[in-house]
């Protein structure tokens, strides 16, 4: 039997993410190496000058709010190796996100042994991130058993532009069809239409929000289904240096909101440890010549 059902089974995962769908780990990320990450960006990152990996999908440079050195637009997937004037983030960022105190973290929350990365996202600034789910990016099959990281930077305050979460049951799925809302169309064109809807719902409902107040070695950690948004910033722009982890349990089905397949699709994993691989997606495989190969399937 696998650890994540011997969990499941014992009831012995974490009772706050099951009911609310959030839980802030405090001080459990080696703090030298959040700091050394830190460091990277603002000396090694920041001054580079060329196109590199964006939120968007796009190579693109440093889009600066105008007047500052601020950078408006997020790398993506900084921690594969993409690209060779920035190794020493890939290292720096690695070693923060493969640490085994966050595997050790997250099997408080869900008993696996293992977890793939699926996406990093670096932001340099204060977001404007609209209420939305990461179900659309990554989630597991069945929905909600993959997990968002919240990873500060730097020390934050209530004014920093902190994300929030509404508290939300893990697992529990709001479809496009629960909404009232129609399958058809693009994929982007489908996302916009759900948000809308979501965020009209559930601010109908006038809803309690949660964040926290989260400093150097502090995590939060959300569900794949558990709505968030960014909550503003005092000053705009304003520097926010931070890490978002999408990942998932490696031995469990996976997909998105909107594809749920029966079966593990086609996959590429780079074992970094004994408990992280990245997961490799296969326009990036293609794009940058980054090889992987499949893990064994834990024995049930
Ligand atoms: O960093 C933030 O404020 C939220 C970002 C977010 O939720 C996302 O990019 O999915
Ligand atoms: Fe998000």
Known sequence: MNALLRYVLNDRTDR????FGYKVFRGV???????ALAEI??????????????????????????GTTLIRNPLANAHLPISQAM??????????VTASQVAEALRKLDGADQYSIHQTLLFFAAQTTGLHIDSWGVDTAPHG???????????????????????????????????????????????????RAL????????????????????????TSLTPHFTLPARNFPSERLSLQVLLRP????WGNF???????????????????????????????????????????
Do not use: C
Not at 16 to 19: E, G, P, R, V
Not at 91 to 96: F, N, Q
Not at 250 to 253: I, L, M, P, Q
């Open 250 to 253: 490696t031995h469990t089905r």
């Open 41 to 66: 960006v603002r000396n090694v990152v920041v001054p580079h000058q060329g196109a590199l990996l964006r939120q968007d999908g796009r190579m693109a440079p440093h889009d600066f709010f105008p």
């Open 199 to 222: 965020s009209g719902r559930l601010m109908a409902g006038s809803p309690e929000v949660a964040t926290a107040v989260v400093r150097r070695g502090d995590m939060i950690v959300w």
């Open 258 to 300: 909107i594809v749920q397949p029966s079966d593990h699709p086609t996959n590429r994993h780079i074992r970094k440890t004994e408990r992280f691989s990245y997961f490799v997606y296969d326009a990036i495989s293609r794009d940058f010549g980054i090889a992987g190969s499949l893990p064994t399937p834990a024995a049930l």
């Open 145 to 195: 058993f993959a997990h968002t990281l919240w990873i500060p930077l730097q020390d934050m305050t209530p004014e920093s532009g902190l994300p929030s979460v509404i508290p939300w049951p893990r697992g529990k799925v709001l479809s496009e069809a629960d909404l009232g809302l129609p399958s058809s169309g693009s994929n982007a064109d489908r996302y916009d239409r759900y948000h």
């Open 16 to 19: 706050q993410y099951q009911d």
């Open 29 to 35: 990320l080696p703090k030298d190496r959040v700091d």
């Open 87 to 96: 190794e020493p983030l890939e290292a720096a960022l690695t070693a923060v």
